[in-house]
């Protein structure tokens, strides 16, 4: 080979690689396109194709399943959402009714419908009278659900336990247990004792008389602040009474004594008699001869004046020595001088 002629192997080196750049190249590109191609192809189905699938499926005509307050029912709707299907199927609800999914939710095939129907209820408590809403089942629950301030003793018509409706009247009756103390006085009894040595006519008090005091503890149920119930519980007493002992004398000094018929008749109603000459205030002790019977009587009327009749006894002194219906008894009248 000549010095200064081109290699054969030289020239061909550089060629060869320069195509093989250029093929990179190419493919580099045809993946760069495939790839927007893909991504332009899932960004057209997922924005545009999808809701043109839902939309088809919500327009037409579907089962729907509504549960109205634990009440099933399916219906064939052409509804778009749950406030169209509730419309057309003229479903009226209240403002306070919890509807599931919401009124604006778009209705798909198969959706149940769920509406708790809110209920009403008119409380008279206090005096005063208000409504309440609530969800649950009994009385009591819906009370609790809106924190009423109501106590475990009060009263509760109807009761607790009743089921709840819509438009029901309550009446809650407070109920209040006071113990209460009250302070008695405690009689005390007169013990009559007597005295032979002393006149008749003589009553004197020879120990005075003092109540005793008692404390009376009270179980005191008030309804609506009435007091409706009063329990005894307890009692004490702080006090003793103290007994009255009244000394009586029965001396009596006897005088001149007289037999005779005693009548009676109705005059001033006390223990006294008519005697035809006997002083006026003066008293005799007349004693029924045939049964032994005695009273005391003051004179203070004139008569009798029929045959042997020495006194007329007042009606109710007549009737401590014989019946009225005798009318006419045999006695021995002695005067008395004390």
Same mark, same amino acid.
């Given at each position: 080979?000549?010095? !200064?002629?081109?290699?054969?192997?030289?020239?061909?080196?550089?060629?060869?690689?320069?195509?093989?750049?250029?093929?990179?190249?190419?493919?580099?590109?045809?993946?760069?396109?495939?790839?927007?191609?893909? !991504?332009?192809?899932?960004?057209?189905?997922?924005?545009?194709?999808?809701?043109?699938?839902?939309?088809?499926?919500?327009?037409?005509?579907?089962?729907?399943?509504?549960?109205?307050?634990?009440?099933?029912?399916?219906?064939?709707?052409?509804?778009?959402?749950?406030?169209?299907?509730?419309?057309?199927?003229?479903?009226?609800?209240?403002?306070?009714?919890?509807?599931?999914?919401?009124?604006?939710?778009?209705?798909?095939?198969?959706?149940?419908?769920?509406?708790?129907?809110?209920?009403?209820?008119?409380?008279?408590?206090?005096?005063?009278?208000?409504?309440?809403?609530?969800?649950?089942?009994?009385?009591?629950?819906?009370?609790?659900?809106?924190?009423?301030?109501?106590?475990?003793?009060?009263?509760?018509?109807?009761?607790?336990?009743?089921?709840?409706?819509?438009?029901?009247?309550?009446?809650?009756?407070?109920?209040?247990?006071?113990?209460?103390?009250?302070?008695?006085?405690?009689?005390?009894?007169?013990?009559?004792?007597?005295?032979?040595?002393?006149?008749?006519?003589?009553?004197?008090?020879?120990?005075?008389?003092?109540?005793?005091?008692?404390?009376?503890?009270?179980?005191?149920?008030?309804?609506?602040?009435?007091?409706?119930?009063?329990?005894?519980?307890?009692?004490?007493?702080?006090?003793?009474?103290?007994?009255?002992?009244?000394?009586?004398?029965?001396?009596?000094?006897?005088?001149?004594?007289?037999?005779?018929?005693?009548?009676?008749?109705?005059?001033? !109603?006390?223990? #006294? #008699?008519?005697?035809?000459?006997?002083?006026?205030?003066?008293?005799?002790?007349?004693?029924?001869?045939?049964?032994?019977?005695?009273?005391?009587?003051?004179?203070?009327?004139?008569?009798?004046?029929?045959?042997?009749?020495?006194?007329?006894?007042?009606?109710? #002194?007549?009737?401590?020595? #014989?019946?009225? !219906?005798?009318?006419?008894?045999?006695?021995?009248?002695?005067?008395?001088?004390?």
């Amino acid at each position: 080979m000549f010095l !200064g002629a081109k290699s054969p192997i030289r020239d061909l080196a550089p060629k060869k690689i320069m195509t093989n750049r250029n093929n990179k190249k190419s493919k580099s590109k045809y993946i760069f396109l495939f790839l927007i191609i893909l !991504g332009g192809f899932y960004v057209g189905k997922t924005f545009f194709f999808k809701d043109k699938r839902i939309l088809g499926i919500s327009s037409g005509e579907k089962v729907i399943i509504l549960n109205d307050n634990g009440f099933k029912k399916t219906f064939q709707t052409n509804a778009s959402t749950v406030e169209e299907f509730l419309n057309t199927q003229k479903i009226i609800t209240n403002e306070k009714d919890l509807i599931f999914p919401d009124k604006s939710k778009t209705l798909l095939p198969g959706n149940i419908v769920e509406i708790q129907r809110v209920k009403k209820l008119t409380i008279s408590i206090d005096k005063d009278k208000k409504e309440i809403f609530g969800f649950k089942n009994t009385v009591g629950e819906v009370i609790i659900e809106n924190n009423l301030d109501i106590e475990e003793e009060d009263i509760v018509k109807p009761e607790r336990k009743t089921v709840a409706y819509n438009n029901q009247e309550i009446k809650i009756t407070r109920v209040e247990i006071k113990e209460e103390i009250v302070k008695k006085d405690i009689d005390f009894k007169t013990i009559e004792k007597e005295d032979d040595k002393l006149s008749w006519r003589t009553r004197k008090t020879e120990t005075a008389g003092e109540k005793g005091i008692k404390e009376i503890r009270y179980e005191v149920a008030y309804h609506d602040s009435k007091e409706v119930s009063r329990k005894i519980k307890e009692t004490n007493i702080t006090k003793e009474p103290i007994d009255k002992v009244v000394i009586q004398g029965t001396y009596v000094k006897l005088g001149k004594s007289h037999t005779g018929l005693a009548s009676w008749y109705a005059h001033t !109603g006390t223990m #006294a #008699a008519a005697n035809p000459w006997l002083p006026m205030g003066s008293y005799v002790k007349v004693t029924n001869k045939d049964n032994g019977k005695s009273v005391i009587v003051k004179i203070n009327d004139r008569g009798p004046f029929g045959p042997n009749r020495i006194i007329d006894l007042d009606k109710v #002194a007549f009737e401590e020595i #014989a019946s009225l !219906g005798q009318g006419v008894v045999n006695v021995k009248m002695e005067e008395i001088s004390n």
